[in-house]
Nanobody, 120 residues
């Protein structure tokens, strides 16, 4: 079982920046693929960014490419999401996800989310 705690959300003006943090409670953090998702009211949860455990390869949703950067610090069991050039449409609850695959079974763990609100 992995517990994830997000922080760093808040209210920011359009064009501003935030850094979201996700702290994981596991000794094997370095073996988890980590990701960020977001969900706005009345909408489905959308993929934002992902970073693999093995190579640190990153991938991003189309709407955030060039503005968001995901990174991880395995020594601190933490994954970050740097958000720049914020837009009102980035307003959402941002969730952290940890994923492991064992014996062909995928295990996903979610945090409770952190609210990001962007004013125009």
């Amino acid at each position: 079982q992995v517990q994830l705690v997000e922080s760093g959300g808040g209210l920011v003006q359009a064009g501003g920046s935030l850094r979201l943090t996700c702290a994981a409670s596991t000794r094997t953090f370095s073996f988890y693929n980590m990701g960020w998702f977001r969900q706005s009211p009345g909408k489905e949860r959308d993929f934002v960014a992902r970073i693999t455990w093995s190579t640190g390869r990153t991938s991003y949703g189309d709407s955030v490419k060039g503005r968001f950067t995901i990174s991880r610090d395995n020594a601190k069991n933490t994954v970050y999401l740097q958000i720049n050039s914020l837009k009102p449409e980035d307003t959402a609850v941002y969730y952290c996800k940890a994923q492991s695959i064992a014996g062909g079974t995928v295990y996903d763990y979610w945090g409770q989310g952190t609210q990001v609100t962007v004013s125009s």
